[in-house]
């Protein structure tokens, strides 16, 4: 089982919170590629095709793609990478713990939203969540 974790990279906090999203599918049995983590920040504009390839790759390879949803409006990278998992049939997990909401009774833009196969508003939901698919993984193997 491979899981791919998309987020925002820009900074400690957004980094973090991807760094606990993975260490929570690590527990439960996936291996897990952190584009971060594994390929590193982009640095230059040099380095932007070596980067999105290496994401593309990623992403292809990955049974489940786990997104962290947080910030302002939902990172434009990781709103990319969710469409295109979509395109792929990929099983999309989108965790937003953020608790600041801008437009009444909106939290996420409704295409991600309504991209996804699941929606946690809480480390705790998404935890017993990628529990129970783990389970649904096995049985179906």
């Known amino acids: ?24 599918a690590q527990n439960v049995g996936f ?12 640095s230059s504009v040099d380095d932007g095709p070596l980067l999105f390839k290496g994401d593309l ?14 910030g302002v409006t939902v990172d434009a990278g990781t709103s990319w990478e969710i469409g295109y998992a979509y395109a792929r049939n990929k099983h999309i997990i989108g965790v937003h713990t953020d608790e600041r909401v801008h437009v009444r009774h909106s939290v996420v833009n409704l295409m991600v939203l309504n991209s996804l196969d699941h929606f946690s508003q809480s480390i705790d939901d998404f935890t017993l969540y ?7 993984l096995s049985y179906n193997t």
């Open 130 to 136: 990628l529990q129970k698919h783990v389970r649904s």
């Open 31 to 42: 291996t897990t590629y952190s584009p971060h983590r594994d390929l590193g920040i982009m």
């Open 1 to 24: 089982m491979y899981a791919y974790i998309a987020g925002p990279l820009y900074n400690e906090g957004d980094r973090w919170v991807n760094e606990l999203l993975d260490s929570k």
């Open 57 to 70: 790759d990623h992403l292809n390879r990955a049974d489940v793609i786990i997104a962290n949803l947080n």
